[in-house]
């Protein structure tokens, strides 16, 4: 198979056709991100995760049903133990037969130097990596435990392999906020693309989301007074909108599921890393797959993705107010970002 339309698409109920999924390989991490994650996470016992030959047979019936795009995510996907294995037999049997238009990745970087010359030679072409600052210490201080200069390799490493580099920065009021146009200005110097991420309320955190949620149409304001935006088309089959920024010839996106949602053209659902399959970031609605495929093997695989596409709901109702409860109990690493 390769571009032919698959015999039984993903459609959900609102007529939005799933071509997307994100897979979390691990809820594990080395980092603690404050916005992502409490101090003293409890990740889970490694017998909950999913096999390698469990995600892979989960994907294969999303491929035969027309997914076309996937990323690997997590937790941190690169601190699962030889992720590279799963990476080959993913690009052996989708990307090398054309049945996939892109696997990629969302990773924090820490294990990039070690594995990107290898990501590149599988077909991997573009990363993105999660860089909310250049200041070693706020560094630190956001990430809890990671080390700039190792994250900065990692990026180097990328882009030296060939890959296409994107960076996700998530937008922290009182944070980073005065840091984004020299982010800004870095990353196009250095042929990296930007993309601005709204903080969402995903899992209880040690601080209250309302002092730190910055929207991004401020954020876009404040850039359009120094520099000169166009909007333009590209989409890459995720939520961002992009502008290409005059002055340095570079893009930058913005994700802003909260001042602007984008529900009405989802394209994604998102399987964590025990096997459960949420329709959207924001909302409870799941389905076991890891039940479905012990269950019923392949058939019960596409009976169980037929039922996702009847719960799949509209869209989320992020919001952050003082003292509001999270949208969902679950943080960002359990969902997979
Ligand atoms: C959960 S991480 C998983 C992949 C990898 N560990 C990384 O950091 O890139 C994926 C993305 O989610 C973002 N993220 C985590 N928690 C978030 C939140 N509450 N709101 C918005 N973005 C969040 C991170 O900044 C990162 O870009
Ligand atoms: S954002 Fe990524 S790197 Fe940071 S704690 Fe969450 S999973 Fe780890």
Not at 72 to 88: A, C, S, Y
Not at 180 to 201: C, D, R
């Amino acid at each position: 198979m390769t571009n032919q339309a698959p015999q039984r698409p993903l459609v959900d109920s609102f007529g939005r056709h799933v071509t997307y999924l994100r897979v979390s390989v691990t809820d594990r991490c080395d980092f603690r991100c404050t916005y992502c994650m409490g101090e003293d996470m409890v990740f889970l016992p490694k017998s909950e995760v999913l096999s390698f030959e469990e995600i892979q047979a989960v994907i294969g019936a999303f491929v035969s049903r027309g997914v076309r795009k996937v990323r690997l995510t997590g937790g941190e996907p690169l601190v699962r133990r030889d992720i590279i294995k799963l990476i080959e037999a993913l690009s052996d049997r989708h990307l090398a037969r054309g049945e996939l238009d892109e696997l990629t990745l969302t990773t924090n970087g820490s294990q990039l130097a070690l594995h990107a010359g290898r990501l590149a030679e599988l077909g991997i072409r573009r990363v993105n990596v999660s860089l909310d600052t250049l200041d070693g210490d706020k560094f630190r201080a956001i990430t809890r435990r990671g080390r700039l200069p190792q994250v900065l390799d990692g990026i180097y490493a990328a882009r030296d392999a060939g890959l296409a580099v994107k960076l996700n920065m998530v937008a922290i009021k009182n944070v980073n906020e005065e840091e984004i146009v020299p982010m800004l200005e870095w990353a196009h110097s250095e042929g990296f693309e930007l993309t601005l991420i709204e903080e969402m309320p995903l899992g209880d955190v040690s601080f209250d989301r309302a002092d730190t949620h910055l929207s991004l149409r401020t954020v876009r304001d404040r850039l359009a007074e120094r520099f000169t935006l166009t909007p333009i088309a590209k989409r890459t089959g995720g939520p961002a909108r992009y502008m290409r920024i005059e002055q340095t010839g570079g893009t930058i996106g913005f994700i802003t599921p909260l001042s602007h949602n984008f529900c009405e053209s989802c394209n994604r659902v998102r399987l964590t890393c025990t096997g459960q399959l949420y329709m959207c970031l924001g909302q409870e609605d799941r389905v076991d797959l890891r039940a479905a495929l012990r269950d019923g093997g392949r058939e019960g695989l596409d009976a169980a993705l037929d039922r996702a596409m009847i719960l799949k709901p509209k869209g989320h109702d992020f919001v952050i107010e003082r003292r509001s409860a999270p949208a969902v109990g679950r943080h960002m690493s359990v969902t997979g970002g």
